[in-house]
């Protein structure tokens, strides 16, 4: 995956992050429209930005309306605050960044297994899904086949949201045999 980390990194500034974040999560963000503290009122709403001097909360707003991330909008006397189509992009591959699989203190004993069939024409998502899966910790178990036994429904169905891809191309299989699976309980470390 890091080879497409310049291609859809998300901003340098932890501040600016943390507002993509936050815009992703939920939508958009009203504040009065009559209030001369804008950003004041911005930071006070929003307890996670609480830690910053209110001048980087400002700052870190303006770099992204200025990178054309997140608009600004008045409606019924209150602004909202939103991702535009190129600010959900990099929000999303943010969000595909810091996926984690936990790895739980004893197996369940079910090995979920990812497969997919991804046309040519998506040759960058299926690139970038193969490396997201490695980064994950999948191991391949034969071609365009991932398997893992740690539990990771909710990450894989985020990927799968984010890539836009359908039944047909991506799915998920919890499995209590696989055959023989000395080789992965050796590569896991489940022995």
């Known amino acids: 995956m890091s080879k497409f980390k310049k291609y859809f990194s998300g901003p ?19 504040i009065a429209a009559t209030s001369p503290y804008f950003i004041i009122n911005i930071v006070k709403g929003l307890a996670k930005l609480k ?10 707003f303006y770099n992204l309306r200025k990178q054309g991330l997140i608009n600004f909008y008045d ?11 190129k600010g959900k992009q990099k929000a999303g591959w943010m969000q595909i960044d810091n996926l984690k699989i936990k ?3 004893k197996w369940d004993g079910k090995w979920r297994l990812v497969m997919f069939d991804i046309s040519n024409l998506k040759r960058i998502y299926r ?13 391949l178990f034969q071609k365009s086949i991932w398997i893992t036994p740690y539990n990771c429904a909710k990450e894989i169905k985020i990927l799968k949201e984010f890539f836009g891809l359908k ?25």
């Open 12 to 30: 340098k500034s932890e501040v600016a992050r943390e507002i993509l974040e936050l815009l992703i999560m939920g939508g958009a963000i009203a």
């Open 51 to 60: 830690k910053y001097p209110n001048k980087k909360v400002y700052n870190a």
């Open 75 to 85: 409606k019924n006397n209150q602004i909202y605050i939103s991702l535009t189509e």
């Open 103 to 105: 790895k739980p203190k």
């Open 127 to 139: 690139e970038a899904l193969r490396g997201k899966l490695k980064e994950l910790g999948f191991c």
């Open 167 to 191: 039944d047909a191309e991506f799915r998920f299989v919890l499995a209590e045999s696989i055959g023989n699976a000395s080789e992965f309980r050796k590569v896991f470390g489940l022995d």
